[in-house]
């Protein structure tokens, strides 16, 4: 089995994953959550960004704690945990991983087709770009078995499709790659989310740019 890469800076590309109609079930504080993920995910940068992202983890928590059983809390948790553990790079941000696994998990559990099956797209990212065993939970097969399961729940979001494709690319896939690549930049735009669908389309044209 092929080793995930490491360290954790992919990891900041965990995805606001799900439509903009979907936004419409979440209640206020998520779609908070799920805003200000935006606006420091690509907005900021440097301490500015690892700082916003820890007051974002608090905010998350107290979120969840509100709210135990919305999968969609749970699922912002575990991306807001994920793109600070890219942020922070290193064996350092490994606690902060595997807690955004445990809040994955828990999103699955509560209703794995939240969200048109974020958490399971989140999650494979996570298993592809963290270390193995003994030093974490990374495993190839695991994380693209998720991907592929994110992908079923949610075949014309921008952001499944990226990842499989993206997962396509860096293992020199490059043909396939492409059509995923091609298939979310047709995905619709999500009302109220215009700063990650931004920020998403610019990485899906620099990806193709390097397949040219």
Same mark, same amino acid.
């Given at each position: 089995?092929?080793?995930?890469?490491?360290?954790?800076?992919?990891?900041?590309?965990?995805?606001?994953?799900? /439509?903009?109609?979907?936004?419409?079930?979440?209640?206020?504080?998520?779609? *908070?959550?799920? !805003?200000?993920?935006?606006?420091?995910?690509?907005?900021?940068?440097? !301490? /500015?960004?690892?700082?916003?992202? /820890?007051?974002?983890?608090? !905010?998350?928590?107290? +979120?969840?704690?509100?709210?135990?059983?919305?999968?969609?809390?749970?699922?912002?948790?575990?991306?807001?945990?994920?793109?600070?553990?890219?942020?922070?790079?290193?064996?350092?941000?490994?606690?902060? *991983? &595997?807690?955004?696994? *445990?809040?994955?998990?828990?999103?699955?559990?509560?209703?794995?087709?939240?969200?048109?099956?974020?958490?399971?797209?989140?999650?494979?990212?996570?298993?592809?770009?963290?270390?193995?065993?003994?030093?974490?939970?990374?495993?190839?097969?695991?994380?693209?078995?998720?991907?592929? &399961?994110?992908?079923?729940?949610?075949? !014309?979001?921008?952001?499944?499709?990226?990842?499989?494709?993206?997962?396509?690319? &860096?293992?020199?896939?490059?043909?396939?790659?492409?059509?995923?690549?091609? &298939?979310?930049?047709?995905?619709?735009?999500?009302?109220?989310?215009?700063? +990650?669908?931004?920020?998403?389309?610019?990485?899906?044209?620099?990806?193709?740019?390097?397949?040219?």
């Amino acid at each position: 089995m092929k080793r995930s890469r490491f360290p954790l800076a992919c990891l900041l590309l965990c995805a606001a994953l799900g /439509s903009g109609a979907l936004q419409a079930q979440m209640t206020p504080p998520v779609v *908070a959550l799920q !805003d200000r993920w935006a606006e420091v995910n690509y907005l900021t940068s440097g !301490d /500015s960004q690892l700082e916003a992202f /820890s007051v974002l983890i608090e !905010d998350a928590r107290k +979120a969840t704690e509100a709210e135990n059983d919305s999968a969609e809390a749970w699922i912002w948790s575990g991306i807001i945990k994920s793109s600070y553990a890219g942020v922070k790079g290193g064996l350092g941000a490994l606690s902060a *991983a &595997k807690a955004a696994k *445990a809040d994955l998990e828990k999103a699955i559990a509560l209703n794995g087709e939240a969200m048109q099956g974020s958490a399971y797209t989140s999650l494979g990212v996570l298993y592809l770009n963290v270390p193995g065993w003994p030093v974490a939970f990374g495993d190839e097969e695991e994380g693209v078995a998720l991907l592929k &399961k994110g992908l079923e729940l949610g075949p !014309d979001t921008i952001d499944s499709n990226y990842f499989y494709a993206e997962y396509l690319f &860096k293992n020199d896939q490059f043909d396939e790659a492409r059509q995923y690549l091609q &298939k979310a930049l047709l995905a619709p735009a999500r009302p109220g989310r215009e700063i +990650a669908d931004q920020g998403r389309r610019q990485e899906i044209e620099k990806m193709l740019a390097q397949m040219r």
